[in-house]
C-alpha cells in the first residue's frame, strides 16, 4: 500500500492506494516543521486512524509546507520513520507537490496562492529555478496575507469607501485597536490577515476593491514570475485558494504581462496520487 501526504501549517490530507488501487482518505493536524516537532507529530499520528493500517504500508510520499531544508524535512522523516516501520520514506517541499500535481512529468511554471505565496520553473522532473518566498513581512506578493495587508492598511488609513468601511465594520466588529493587537501580539499574524480575503472577493466588484487586488497580483508577476528563464514561453499553473478563488483576476493580470495560465487548482492531493499511480 502506498500513502501520498500533502500537509499545510492546519491539516495534512492523507490517501492511502492500495493494491487494487482502492482510495482511502484520512486526516492529521499540519505537519509544518516550522510549527511542530518531531515528538508531536510521532504523538499526532499514533492517536489518528492512519495507526490501524501502518503495518501494510510499503511507501509514503510526503509533502509539507517548511520542508525546503534537509535539517527541516528530517524533522519530519524521523518520526515517519519510527512510526511506517516497514515503509520507505519520502518527504519534499510542498513546492515540488504543486509542480507534480500540475505539471505531472512536463515543464512549465508553478505558484502557489494561498496564506503565502511561492514559486518556481519545473523542468519535468525537479524544480530548476525558485524566486525565494519572503514570507508575508518581506514578500508574498498576491497570496491571502498580502491582500488582507493591504485591504487593512487602506482600512486603517480612511482610504476605503464609506460603503465598503460600514459594511466591513458590520461584518468583524473590529477596530484599530483589535487589529494592530492581532497582527502585532497575537500568534499567526498571516492568517489573521488571509482570514479578510474572503470578504474583499465577495466586494471585488467595487472599483477600489477589484484596482487594490490587481495591483497585488500585478505585483507577484512583477517580482515572482517574470524573474523565471523564457517565463513568456512557458505556461504557468497555479495551486491554493487564493489562485482558486480569484482565478479569473489572475488571467486578466496575466495578460498584461504575456503569461498563458494553465491549471488552476484548489488543493494539489488528487492529482498528486495520479501522478504517483502513473
Known amino acids: 500500500m502506498i500513502l ?3 500537509s499545510g501549517s492546519t491539516k495534512t490530507d492523507w490517501r492511502l492506494i492500495d493494491e487494487k488501487g482502492k ?23 499514533t492517536t489518528s486512524t492512519i495507526s490501524a493500517i501502518k503495518g501494510n504500508v510499503s511507501k509514503v510520499y510526503f509533502y509539507a509546507a517548511g520542508c525546503s531544508t534537509q535539517e527541516n524535512k528530517d524533522v519530519v522523516r524521523e518520526p515517519l520513520t519510527t512510526f511506517f516501520s516497514n515503509a520507505k ?16 512529468k512536463k515543464r512549465g511554471m508553478v505558484a502557489i496562492l494561498g496564506t503565502g505565496a511561492n514559486s518556481c520553473l519545473y523542468n519535468g522532473i525537479e ?9 508575508f513581512i518581506l514578500g508574498d506578493s498576491g497570496s491571502g496575507a498580502d491582500i488582507g495587508k493591504t485591504f487593512i492598511k ?15 465594520k458590520k461584518e468583524y466588529n473590529l477596530n484599530a485597536d483589535s487589529i494592530l493587537d492581532a497582527v502585532y501580539k ?4 498571516n492568517r489573521f490577515l488571509a482570514g479578510f480575503s474572503h470578504f474583499i472577493f465577495n466586494h471585488i466588484d467595487n472599483p477600489d476593491i477589484q484596482k487594490m487586488v490587481e495591483h497585488r497580483f500585478e505585483l507577484f508577476f512583477e517580482k515572482n514570475i517574470c524573474k523565471y528563464s523564457d517565463y513568456e514561453n512557458n505556461t504557468l499553473h497555479l495551486v491554493g485558494s487564493i489562485a482558486f478563488v480569484y482565478q479569473e483576476v ?6 498584461k504581462y504575456n503569461v498563458k495560465i494553465g491549471k488552476v487548482i484548489k488543493q494539489p492531493i488528487e492529482e498528486l496520487v495520479n501522478y504517483h499511480l502513473s
Open 4 to 6: 501520498v501526504a500533502d
Open 23 to 45: 482510495v482511502r482518505q484520512f486526516s492529521t493536524i499540519g505537519f509544518n516543521p516550522y510549527f511542530i516537532n518531531s515528538t508531536d507529530i510521532l504523538s499526532e499520528l
Open 89 to 104: 520514506i519520502e518527504v519534499e517541499h510542498d513546492m515540488l507537490a504543486a509542480a507534480r500535481a500540475t505539471c505531472s
Open 127 to 135: 524544480i530548476v529555478e525558485n524566486v525565494r518566498a519572503l514570507g
Open 154 to 168: 487602506a482600512f486603517l488609513g480612511g482610504e476605503l469607501s464609506l460603503e465598503i468601511e460600514e459594511k466591513f
Open 186 to 189: 497575537k500568534a499567526l499574524p
Open 250 to 255: 489572475l488571467k486578466k493580470v496575466a495578460l
